[in-house]
């Protein structure tokens, strides 16, 4: 039985992952303005990663006779203008959704759905993933600081990112 405060926290996640899609395509068209391809292309790889989520959430929704119901999704604000400020927002985003998943575990936990304690797990997982993978390219980034070479090779190297669909749940 797929309880009524269920589908409102899967229904909110749902719309967490596609504003998650949302503010990592602004901040690919920041660096297709910059032409920094290989960023450009680390950020469309998040973009079709976050609309997995999404998808997987809208699909579990529906598995379990539950009626998804998507929400307006917030215009995304880009927080500094240079690839350092913008990683960090990328981690403190990425944090911000874990507290998500958490929180959206703990509804799962009080209304004792083991189903969905168990789709869950995957999410949790992603996380830990996301949030290394983050904090490893905003450290690279903090070392690179001010030289232009060095960013141009790593623009180089995340130009090789590519998307690989995941098996949810
Ligand atoms: Fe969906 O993991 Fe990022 O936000």
């Keep these: 039985m797929f309880s009524e405060k269920m589908q409102q926290a899967f229904n909110a996640q749902i719309n967490a992952e596609f504003y998650s899609e949302y503010l990592y395509l602004a901040m690919k068209a920041f660096f ?3 032409h920094l391809a290989g960023f450009a292309n680390w950020f469309n790889v998040q973009v079709q990663e976050e609309h997995a ?12 006779g539950g009626k998804v119901e998507l929400a307006a999704i917030e ?27 958490n ?3 703990d509804v799962a936990e009080a209304e004792h759905d083991r189903a969905a304690l168990s789709f ?12 290394a993978n983050v904090r490893q390219l905003l450290a690279t980034l903090r070392l690179i600081g001010e030289d232009k070479k ?3 090779m790593l623009d180089r190297e995340l130009a090789a990112r ?6 949810i749940g």
């Design 162 to 167: 590519t998307f690989v669909a995941p098996v």
């Design 75 to 101: 215009k995304p604000v880009l927080e500094g203008d240079c690839p350092v400020s913008l990683f960090e927002q990328v981690l403190k985003h990425e944090q911000l959704v874990t507290s998500k998943i």
């Design 120 to 131: 869950l797990d995957w999410y949790i997982k992603e996380q830990v993933e996301e949030e």
């Design 32 to 34: 297709d303005e910059k």
């Design 53 to 64: 989520h999404g998808m997987g959430m809208y699909n579990y929704v529906h598995e379990r």
């Design 103 to 105: 929180a959206l575990v």
């Design 150 to 152: 060095a960013l141009l």
